[in-house]
């Protein structure tokens, strides 16, 4: 995406004028004892919001009835022909691996148009739980299929790693924005996933920013609960955790008190404003508790003021006193420790079905085997992979997608990736994991290329730390870079 088509995705939702997206994932925790907002009266608080100047609503297909209330809204501002102050519906699509077919992804979307009521949705977000199942680069290519015929104006990413947010771009797919965690207590984006950004022109879109109403002048210098009433705060007070305790957490709020005093502003101004600042951010999502509070008066100040850059100092200083949250932007929803509400995701991933059929091998008991389907399987008589006992060895791998489609091409680092994702795959399919791994083996065409493979390698081997050869040959097979096998020993 060029820098004019990112100031193009940027006016159209109405973020230039006033950043600040309405986000409705309360919606959802307010909902979850079963009973649902009053559709007419929660529509009622949107319309205010709208009519304040808040131009975007943030939703997804499991926020409970959030898409169902914003689309009535929207229809209640066109019947008083209020067109000028008509939202931007930003919503996401959370599907799991086996619906990645274009019937299953039209369905999905199809879905999404008809509970906020539009022909077009202003900005579709992917979600994807496990970049072992490569089902969403499928998806991608159907929701760029829906983008020409109309359904979508802009497709966007949550969660999305600065790795596979890459992968996505080496397609050729057109993202927009990539919706992840930022504050000033979870600085993770402002890494390698921003210097792709500023590459790329890829737009974030922050939550998080309020760390669920932690950072505010409410819990300066109180004692941690022992016990926190809604889901948005049994999240971040595991962030909280994450990053050094509770002192430490206290040590962040007196920085932002000092600065906000300066300002004559809130805390929460203060570490709303921090996030706007950076430069790949185009909109802070802010939470709504439709029908218990609003925070819209308090929120429009903090347009009003910019940090100086002795804010910005001390600020950094007191982000260097924070234990920095481990992986990259939305690993907490892939792998442990998972800061999420409920805690612990370990039972949703393991219920997602392996990418590869096991199949039992004739005459040996103890043997099984996977097929990626590779028209070259049966042909040269060889397996994806192969367990014997405890034992697995996954044969040379590439970044070969479907049948014949390279992923990466002259991009050795997300070829690195593609390849990584799809050994472990096979290991999963078998029973194991990255962390069984014992042995890698590396064949590069150019050795001069050892570092970005052997960085991806070091990311996700940071915990077994294999024995591992890296060499160089001749050739290899297809219009590739890079080619991995690994082995497996599961204990």
Known sequence: MSKQQAQGFQQSLGLLDNPIITGLWQVADIERGGQLLDRDTAANELV????????CFDMADHYGSAELIAGAARAKLIEQDNTQVIPSLLTKWCPQPHECTPEAVRRGIQERRERLNVDTIDLLQLHWWSFDHPGYIDVMDTLMTLKQEGWIQHIGLTNFDTDHLKVLLSCGHEVASNQVCLSVLDPRALGDLSALCAQTDVK???????????????????????????????????????????NVFQSMLHTLDAIAKRHRVSISNVATRWVLEQAAVAGVIVGARLTEYQHRDDNKILLSFQLTDEDHEDINESIKQLRRIDGDCG???????????????????????PVFKKMAVPGK?????????????????????????????????????????????????????????????????LGASMNDVIRTRIYLKDANQWEPVSRVHGRYFAQCLPANTLVEVSNLVGDYDVEIEAEAIVL
């Open 204 to 246: 974030l879109l922050a939550y998080g920013t309020l760390a669920g109403g932690f950072l505010s002048a409410k819990w300066l210098d109180k004692p941690e609960p022992d016990a926190v009433p809604d889901w948005s705060k049994m999240k971040y007070q595991r962030f909280i955790s994450a990053v050094g305790g509770w």
């Open 365 to 429: 008991p103890k043997r099984f085997r996977i097929s990626s389907g590779s028209e070259f399987e049966p042909i040269c008589g060889y397996s994806r992979a192969v367990r014997d006992g405890d034992r697995i060895i996954v044969s040379g791998t590439t970044a070969t997608h479907g049948i014949d489609r390279v992923i990466g091409s002259n991009d050795i680092q997300t070829q690195t990736v593609y390849i990584l994702d799809k050994i472990s795959a096979s290991l999963t399919s």
């Open 331 to 353: 690993t907490e929803y892939r792998r442990p420790p998972f800061l999420t509400a409920s805690g612990d995701l370990s039972d949703h991933l393991e219920q997602l079905p």
């Open 48 to 55: 205010q919001y709208a009519n304040d100047g808040y131009a």
